[in-house]
C-alpha cells in the first residue's frame, strides 16, 4: 500500500524552483502529472521529477501560496526529505536573492562557493 506524504516548503515561485531543480540536475516534467508510488499508486503534482527508481517520482503540488513535495518517501531513495528540501531552498533563494538584487541595479561582481557550500556574492550598484 502506498503512502504519499506532503512536505509544505516556503518556496512559492515557480520559476524559482524550476531553476533550482535544474541546477541540481533533476529533469522534471510540467503539467497535470501522476506522480508514482509503491505498488503503482498514483497522485495528482504540476511537476514530476523522476527518480532512480522508475516506480517512484517527487511531485510538486501549490497548495496555498508555497508549494508542497509530494512523494511516496518508503520508496524514494536517492535524498533524504530533509536533504531534498534543503537543497532545493538552499538554490531556490540564490536565484531570488539574484533576481531581486539585479532588480534594484546590482551587478553580479564575484561569486564564491564556500567549503560548507554557502554562497557568497558580492555585487555592485550600477550606475
Known amino acids: 500500500m502506498s503512502h504519499f506524504t506532503r512536505l509544505r516548503t516556503k518556496l512559492v515561485e515557480r520559476r524559482f524552483l ?10 522534471y516534467e510540467e503539467g497535470d502529472v501522476s506522480v508514482r508510488g509503491l ?26 501560496g508555497a508549494y508542497e513535495v509530494v512523494a511516496d ?3 524514494v531513495k536517492d535524498w533524504t526529505q530533509e536533504e531534498l528540501v ?12 539574484r533576481e531581486n538584487l539585479e532588480r534594484e ?23
Open 18 to 27: 524550476l531553476a533550482a531543480l535544474d541546477d541540481l540536475g533533476l529533469s
Open 39 to 64: 505498488g503503482g499508486a498514483t497522485t495528482k503534482a504540476e511537476i514530476r521529477v523522476p527518480t532512480s527508481d522508475p516506480r517512484f517520482d517527487l511531485g510538486f503540488v501549490s497548495e496555498a
Open 73 to 75: 518517501w518508503f520508496g
Open 86 to 97: 534543503s537543497s532545493l531552498t538552499r538554490r531556490y533563494a540564490y536565484h531570488a536573492a
Open 105 to 127: 541595479g546590482f551587478g553580479l561582481v564575484t561569486e564564491e562557493v564556500q567549503p560548507d557550500g554557502r554562497i557568497h556574492l558580492v555585487l555592485r550598484r550600477m550606475a
